[in-house]
């Protein structure tokens, strides 16, 4: 099954991963602020995620995994 992983360390919350997921199961965390001050990226619905590694293209700063 398809997953992602959010490098919290790494993600400074831009967006954009939430903005290019197709089937739109990725959100900014709000419960969560790094120690960058960020809301990081999180996958909301694990098993809608078909594994298209949008999300991780986009990432300018390479904070996401893709899973397959």
Request: proline fraction near 6%; charged fraction near 25%; hydrophobic fraction near 35%.
């Amino acid at each position: 099954m398809p997953k992602i992983e959010v490098d919290d360390s790494y993600c400074k919350g831009c967006g954009l991963c939430v903005d290019f997921c197709p089937q739109g199961i990725i959100e900014l965390d709000q419960d969560v602020i790094t120690a960058k001050g960020c809301h990081p990226a999180r996958l909301v619905d694990e098993n809608k995620c078909t594994g298209c590694a949008n999300c991780a293209t986009m990432c300018p700063d390479v904070a996401i995994k893709v899973w397959r």
